[in-house]
C-alpha cells in the first residue's frame, strides 16, 4: 500500500484480556517505530526494529508488551492481561532507514473496560 | 527524564501572521530534528526536518531554524492559515541509534 496500515482501526476489550495490534509498514521500509498516545499526553516510545531485530524495546512499560516483527515487514504488538491504564491511541511509524523521517499509521484506539 | 521539551502547550495566531514553535533538547547525541503535525483521529504526518549539519530548513511556508549552541529549534509558518490548526509535535534523534524522540506538543489555533 501506499502508507503504513494499522489494523484494526478501534478495539474495545475487556480487562485481563489479551489484544494483538498490526502494522503494514510502507514497503522496502527497514525501520519500524511503536508509539503510544494516551490522553492528553505525548507520543510515548515503545520499541523499534530495523529489519526483524529490535535494537531498542526500552519503552515497553511491563512484560505484559511483547512485539515482533517478521520478514521485515509486517509487525504485530501484543498486550497480554490488558489493563485500563494501557487504553491509548498505539501508533506505528515506519522509515525507509534509520535517518529521515518516519511516516505513521492512523493508529489503534485501544479502550479496555 | 524528557530529552525533547516543548514548554508550550499552545499557541493562538492570527490567520495571515507567523506562527513560530519551539523546542528544546537536552541530548547532544541528537544529529537529525523533524516537526510533525497532527489532527485529531490521524497519526502524525512528516512536515520538515533539519539535519545537525544545517542551521536552516526551508520548505514553502514552514521553516525550522536549528540552534545547536543553545540546543533549540524552531518552526516558523508564514503566512498561517486556519487549516494549520493542529497539535505540532517536534522530534529528535541520534541518526546511528534510529529512536526518535518526540516532545509533548503544542495546540496551535490559527483564527481567521
Known amino acids: 500500500g501506499a502508507g503504513v496500515s494499522q489494523s484494526p482501526s478501534n478495539k474495545v476489550t475487556e480487562k485481563g484480556k489479551d489484544v494483538e495490534l498490526r502494522c503494514d509498514p510502507i514497503?522496502?521500509?527497514?525501520?519500524l517505530y511503536w508509539y503510544r498516545q494516551s490522553l492528553g499526553q505525548g507520543l510515548e516510545f515503545l520499541i523499534y526494529f530495523q529489519g526483524n531485530s529490535a535494537p531498542d524495546k526500552s519503552g515497553l512499560p511491563s512484560d505484559r508488551f511483547s512485539a515482533e516483527r517478521t520478514g521485515g515487514s509486517v509487525s504485530t504488538l501484543t498486550i497480554q492481561r490488558t489493563q485500563q491504564e494501557d487504553s491509548a491511541v498505539y501508533l506505528c511509524?515506519?522509515?525507509?532507514?534509520?535517518?529521515?523521517?518516519?511516516?505513521f499509521g492512523q493508529g489503534t484506539r485501544l479502550t479496555v473496560v | 527524564d524528557q530529552q525533547v521539551k516543548q514548554n508550550s502547550p499552545s499557541l493562538s495566531v492570527q490567520e495571515g501572521r507567523i506562527s513560530i514553535l519551539n523546542c528544546d533538547y537536552t541530548n547532544s547525541m541528537f544529529d537529525y530534528f523533524l516537526w510533525y503535525k497532527k489532527y485529531p483521529a490521524e497519526g502524525p504526518t512528516f512536515l520538515i526536518s533539519?539535519?545537525?549539519?544545517?542551521d536552516k530548513n526551508e520548505d514553502g511556508r514552514f521553516t525550522v531554524f536549528l540552534n545547536k549552541s543553545a540546543k533549540h529549534l524552531s518552526l516558523h509558518i508564514v503566512p498561517s492559515q486556519p487549516g494549520d490548526s493542529a497539535v505540532y509535535f517536534c522530534a529528535a534523534k541520534e541518526t546511528s541509534y534510529g529512536k526518535l524522540t518526540f516532545g509533548q506538543g503544542t495546540i496551535l489555533t490559527v483564527h481567521p
Open positions: 511509524a515506519s522509515s525507509l532507514v534509520s535517518t529521515g523521517g518516519a511516516f
Open positions: 514497503s522496502g521500509h527497514t525501520a
Open positions: 533539519i539535519s545537525s549539519i544545517k
